[in-house]
């Protein structure tokens, strides 16, 4: 990826963040909605199981109110610099997310893209 490439308005930058964001909301009430069935069916919600999916939701509600807040930042930028976000991105090993910030690549979901699949490590 060339600088060329890389270079995004930061209002640009800031909408693409907050789509993101909502993503991984919506990626994350789905995974949530799993474990709380799964674990349903199986009768063996502890309190330490609780307590992960409390802080689960947390994060998720965290992700939703970020992504609002950067909606609006990016509604309200002025004349908005063009950031190179060349260097920065060189720390963002996901290429999907990668491709999304900088405009290269509409943004997918396994839902949108129909694939589905599970990296193993």
Known sequence: MNQRDTSVPLDVL???LAAEMRQLECDGLR??????????ERDVVTPQ???A????????????ELGLLFDV???????????????AMRGVRLR?????????????TAERDGSGEVDLF
Do not use: C, K, M
């Open 14 to 16: 800031f909408g693409r």
């Open 53 to 64: 999916l409390q802080n689960l939701d947390r994060l998720l509600q965290t992700l939703v």
């Open 49 to 51: 199981v609780s307590a």
């Open 31 to 40: 995974l949530e909605g799993w474990i709380t069935h799964a674990l349903e």
């Open 96 to 108: 999907d997310l990668t491709e999304a910030l900088v405009g290269a690549a509409p943004t997918r």
């Open 73 to 87: 930042l990016a509604r309200d930028i002025e004349a908005p610099p063009i950031l190179d976000l060349h260097d």
